[in-house]
């Protein structure tokens, strides 16, 4: 709220001409205050006396307190100029969608960070600067301001349209006043959340007699545009990270790493599916991009166990660069730090096309069981005493985890609890199946799998024999077999 009371009151304080509006447009939930529009409309007033800066902090301070700050939604906060004052009311009537910039934890930080400030006094200041007006002319000058988070990601002039001819002769620069106005106007908007574009309309103008032009920002807005599948999940987690990061409750790898492998996991496949998988976009890539495409629990899940086939030191690269990335920007990797991201990535489209280890079989076992026990917590009690009795069972099993690169074989819906006896049955029967394909394709897998599931599924998710049940695990064995010899020619 100090904040954006400041920044309101800053802007008023330029503002002489009677009968001028200022209006702001917040999205307010939470308690936070994300900026979404600024617009200033002259009326070509005469000019009034001065306002008393404190006199409007005290009025604004109180509509933020007690209206707008208990409010969730659009809010618009306008501020008229009068002969020596600012009337201000606000309007919070107007329904809208929630945008995916939206913060919904206020942040302590003050102020603005002297590097943010920098780098757009320094861009604005570019920018501006190539900007030229008519002698006695005006032009409507337009911006387009790339914001990640806080930082300032890239700018660019749309365009420069002339609206007034002017008397002819040569142009004129704009006064370096434009530049701090043009600072002043975007700095609200990196309160906002994750990538967003924000688009600026600049009114300049050059009065006869004058070395330089002036010129004020109309408008200023975030920018619309279609989002990515499931930025929701990322940018909840992503805004968790940054507070912390931010403002120095933890420093943000430290507390990512003490969230454990899973909320990591997701929140790097999810960051990576915000980020539209641009940035990784190489040759060579096609199981990669395919498996962070989906949605971001399933992606999750995939990149969770993915990331075990790289060894030690890849992984701890790769988590170190992608922590990097998403707490700092892409801005923040140097050109090597961005080929060794790249590089991870195809190395982990190698690596998931490789057949496993036995070490690391082991280790996705021991995973699966933790993961099964969190997924069924009614059987906890029993895998945890009865242990080797009650193995947790891969449908289409570990040692064909390389035919199907794109999906995690520790998802919940390849798992089944089973009694010892019955995993017994299951695997004289795969050990058939490898003697008569030893390179199987990942169909004649698929097919075994939902030949075997067919038979045995009443004793999956069972500590017990499956009431009811009028055949043996032995005569389920029988049947599987005879129709796994139909399928596979050459099977004993």
């Known amino acids: 709220m100090d904040r954006a009371l400041a920044r309101v009151v800053g802007l008023g304080s330029e503002v002489r001409e009677v009968g001028t509006v200022l209006a702001f447009t917040f999205w307010v939930e939470g308690g936070a205050l994300t900026p979404m529009g600024y617009q200033e409309e002259r ?5 009034g006396r001065p306002v008393d800066a404190e006199g409007l902090a005290r009025v604004l301070r109180r509509v933020f307190t ?6 969730t939604g659009e809010v618009v906060l306008k501020l008229q100029r009068e002969e020596a004052r600012w009337a201000v009311d606000y309007d919070a009537t107007h329904l809208s969608v929630r ?10 930080a003050q102020g603005t960070p002297a590097a943010t400030f920098l780098a757009f006094h320094e861009a604005a200041g570019r920018w501006t600067s190539a900007v030229r007006v008519p002698s006695g002319g005006a032009a409507r000058v337009e911006f387009e301001v790339q914001l990640e988070d806080s930082r300032l990601a890239g700018w660019r002039l749309r365009e420069v349209r002339l609206t007034n001819e002017g008397v002819g002769g040569s142009s004129q620069p704009l006064t370096g ?21 924000v688009r600026v309309v600049l009114r300049a103008e050059h009065r006869l007699g004058e070395a330089r032009a002036r010129g004020r920002v109309e408008s200023a807005w975030v920018e619309r545009a279609v989002q990515p599948p499931g930025p929701s999940w990322y940018l909840s987690m992503h805004e968790a990270t940054l507070l912390r990061w931010r403002e120095g409750v933890v420093e943000g790898s430290a507390w990512l790493a003490q969230r ?9 496949a999810a960051g990576i599916i915000a980020k539209g998988l641009g940035f990784f976009a190489t040759e060579g890539l096609e199981w990669v991009t395919r498996a962070l495409g989906r949605e971001p629990e399933v992606a999750a899940g995939w990149l969770r166990t993915a990331l075990k086939r790289l060894n030690g030191q890849e992984r701890a690269t790769f988590e170190r660069l992608w922590q990097k990335l998403a707490l700092e920007g892409e801005q923040a990797l140097s050109r090597s730090e961005r080929e060794a991201l790249r590089s991870l990535f195809i190395r982990l489209e190698q690596a998931i096309q490789q057949p496993l280890g036995d070490g690391l079989k082991n280790s996705l076992r021991q995973e699966a069981r933790k993961y099964y026990a969190e997924l069924y917590p009614q059987f906890a009690k029993s895998l945890d005493e009865l242990r080797a009795e009650l193995p947790i069972h891969h449908r289409r099993p570990l040692q064909y985890a390389h035919l199907f690169p794109a999906e995690d074989i520790n998802a919940a819906e390849n798992l089944a609890m089973l009694r010892r006896p019955i995993h017994g049955e299951i695997n004289f029967l795969w050990e058939k199946f490898r003697k008569a394909r030893p390179n199987p394709t990942a169909d004649e897998v698929r097919r075994a799998a939902e030949l075997i599931d067919r038979q045995f599924e009443p004793w999956y998710h069972r500590v017990d024999n499956p009431p009811g049940l009028l055949r043996t695990a032995e005569q389920a064995r029988d049947t599987a077999l005879r129709e796994l010899r139909r399928q596979f020619p050459g099977l004993d």
């Open 43 to 47: 009326k070509g007033s005469h000019v």
């Open 66 to 71: 007690e209206y707008i700050g208990r409010r």
């Open 99 to 108: 945008p995916s910039e939206a913060r919904t934890f206020p942040v302590r």
């Open 177 to 197: 006043e434009v530049t701090g106005h043009l600072v002043q106007a975007l700095l609200p908007f990196t309160e906002g959340l994750g990538a967003r574009t």
């Open 260 to 268: 454990g492998v899973e909320e990591l996991a997701l929140w790097m």
